[in-house]
């Protein structure tokens, strides 16, 4: 029995949560039996490259600035102190796979070499166990300049990309931008490196839900909404009132149109926004999900008709199901959505028409075929995934 140690977050938020469920599968489909899974949140980490004890329950949110400022400064000051004894699970595994999410990160004021503990804690298990597996499925970035600007500003951070990558059996990218990021830290082109879509579309799979056969001649519209996402990349905090304004025109269409909308919120500011946008229409819709979940966003979209959303996985999540999806862009990642059909706005402050149109195509539109091209491409994808697999991991042994 092979003990494999699932790296990501846990339960801290649904994206990473439908990565992690999608590379469940994705291991299951691989390994065929014979394993055990195990959680390593990254969180973990602060806690592992401190020598006063663990900390427990540890969430540094981005929209906490203060907090994470702090919590970082504290775990790069620890990171020459690192602690065997609280990464001692990855110590004992057969494998660590890294469940993709934006591994490497390059905004205007953080580099993930410099705010994360992680790749350090990686390379000491890899010293201290040379025979351990590893692997990561869903590798992604996000960058805020071109990546030859990134090579000559943050070579730090780009050699501990060659060193992380180098020390894995191969490397799954959700994404062309990782490859060439990757690539151009040095990591030789004979090494084993391929793009495949984000597992979180296998997260569905994973749970065993399909999309109801009702949904196309519905009129229930999911709303993923957030008033303070910003692009993550420069930084750049969203224009509040704008976005408001937004909310309320797409709401005053829904109503005109006779679509139903239901609104996944993920805390309690968005639900504060929505019930401005809903009073200022006259539209006071109970239809309002909190604190969604990755299971539970997967339900609900699988009876909706369609998806406008602000994050990027209840867009992946949206096209996982063939749902018609809106996505407004908020930094590098869109091209993952993008790639599966979703509409991609690259901005808000020009994008009011184009999400109208959407609704007035998705409110006339009574079919919108099968599963079968996404379901035919994950096949696809598998069948891939199982060649590297089989060629570089040692399994049965």
Same mark, same amino acid.
């Given at each position: 029995?092979?003990?494999?140690?699932?790296?990501?977050?846990?339960?801290?938020?649904?994206?990473?949560?439908?990565?992690?469920?999608?590379?469940?599968?994705?291991?299951?489909?691989?390994?065929?039996?014979?394993?055990?899974?195990?959680?390593?949140?990254?969180?973990?980490?602060?806690?592992?490259?401190?020598?006063?004890?663990?900390?427990?329950?540890?969430?540094?949110?981005?929209?906490? &600035?203060?907090?994470?400022?702090?919590?970082?400064?504290?775990?790069?000051?620890?990171?020459?102190?690192?602690?065997?004894?609280?990464?001692?699970?990855?110590?004992?595994?057969?494998?660590?796979?890294?469940?993709?999410?934006?591994?490497?990160?390059?905004?205007?004021? &953080?580099?993930?070499?410099?705010?994360?503990?992680?790749?350090?804690?990686?390379?000491?298990?890899? &010293?201290?166990?040379?025979?351990?597996?590893?692997?990561?499925?869903?590798?992604?970035?996000?960058?805020?300049?071109?990546?030859?600007?990134?090579?000559?500003?943050?070579?730090? #951070?780009?050699?501990?990309?060659?060193?992380?990558?180098? #020390?894995?059996?191969?490397?799954?990218?959700?994404?062309?931008?990782?490859?060439?990021?990757?690539?151009?830290?040095?990591?030789?082109?004979?090494?084993?490196?391929?793009?495949?879509?984000?597992?979180?579309?296998?997260?569905?799979?994973?749970?065993? %839900?399909?999309?109801?056969?009702?949904?196309?001649?519905?009129?229930?519209?999911?709303?993923?909404?957030? %008033?303070?996402?910003?692009?993550?990349?420069?930084?750049?905090?969203?224009?509040?009132?704008?976005?408001?304004?937004?909310?309320?025109?797409?709401?005053?269409?829904?109503?005109?149109?006779?679509?139903?909308?239901?609104?996944?919120?993920?805390?309690?500011?968005?639900?504060?926004?929505?019930?401005?946008?809903?009073?200022?229409?006259?539209?006071?819709?109970?239809?309002?999900?909190?604190?969604?979940?990755?299971?539970?966003?997967?339900?609900?979209?699988?009876?909706?008709?369609?998806?406008?959303?602000?994050?990027?996985?209840?867009?992946?999540?949206?096209?996982?199901?063939?749902?018609?999806?809106?996505?407004?862009?908020?930094?590098?990642?869109? #091209?993952?959505?993008?790639?599966?059909?979703?509409?991609?706005?690259?901005?808000?402050?020009?994008?009011?028409?184009?999400?109208?149109?959407?609704? #007035?195509?998705?409110?006339?539109?009574?079919?919108?075929?099968?599963?079968?091209?996404?379901?035919?491409?994950?096949?696809?994808?598998?069948?891939?995934?199982? &060649?590297?697999?089989?060629?570089?991991?040692?399994?049965?042994?």
């Amino acid at each position: 029995m092979k003990t494999v140690v699932l790296l990501s977050t846990f339960d801290e938020n649904a994206g990473d949560d439908l990565i992690r469920h999608g590379v469940e599968y994705l291991l299951g489909q691989m390994a065929d039996g014979g394993w055990r899974p195990k959680n390593w949140t990254k969180s973990n980490a602060l806690s592992a490259s401190i020598e006063l004890g663990p900390i427990t329950n540890c969430t540094i949110s981005r929209s906490n &600035r203060i907090k994470r400022i702090l919590m970082s400064r504290v775990e790069r000051a620890s990171m020459s102190k690192l602690n065997p004894w609280r990464y001692r699970k990855l110590l004992a595994s057969d494998m660590i796979i890294l469940c993709g999410t934006p591994l490497f990160y390059f905004s205007e004021s &953080r580099v993930f070499a410099d705010y994360e503990s992680w790749p350090q804690i990686l390379l000491d298990v890899i &010293r201290r166990k040379p025979t351990i597996q590893i692997v990561t499925l869903g590798g992604g970035s996000i960058l805020s300049h071109q990546i030859d600007k990134m090579t000559t500003t943050h070579s730090k #951070a780009i050699a501990l990309i060659k060193e992380v990558v180098l #020390a894995q059996k191969f490397y799954v990218c959700r994404d062309q931008l990782t490859i060439d990021l990757i690539r151009s830290s040095g990591v030789p082109s004979d090494f084993p490196l391929f793009v495949m879509p984000c597992p979180s579309i296998w997260a569905r799979n994973r749970f065993g %839900i399909k999309r109801s056969p009702q949904a196309s001649t519905g009129r229930k519209v999911c709303i993923s909404f957030s %008033i303070e996402s910003s692009d993550w990349a420069t930084e750049r905090n969203a224009d509040a009132r704008l976005r408001l304004e937004l909310l309320k025109g797409i709401l005053q269409q829904t109503k005109r149109l006779e679509l139903e909308p239901t609104f996944l919120a993920h805390n309690d500011l968005d639900v504060a926004a929505f019930r401005e946008a809903q009073r200022s229409v006259n539209e006071m819709t109970r239809h309002i999900v909190i604190r969604v979940d990755a299971k539970r966003l997967l339900e609900e979209l699988s009876t909706a008709k369609g998806i406008i959303t602000w994050r990027i996985h209840g867009a992946m999540a949206a096209r996982s199901l063939n749902i018609p999806t809106f996505l407004f862009k908020t930094d590098s990642r869109f #091209a993952m959505a993008r790639d599966l059909g979703a509409v991609i706005a690259p901005n808000e402050i020009n994008s009011q028409l184009s999400v109208y149109e959407y609704l #007035a195509d998705l409110a006339l539109t009574t079919n919108h075929g099968s599963e079968q091209d996404i379901e035919q491409l994950k096949e696809k994808s598998i069948s891939a995934l199982k &060649r590297q697999w089989n060629k570089y991991v040692v399994w049965n042994d």
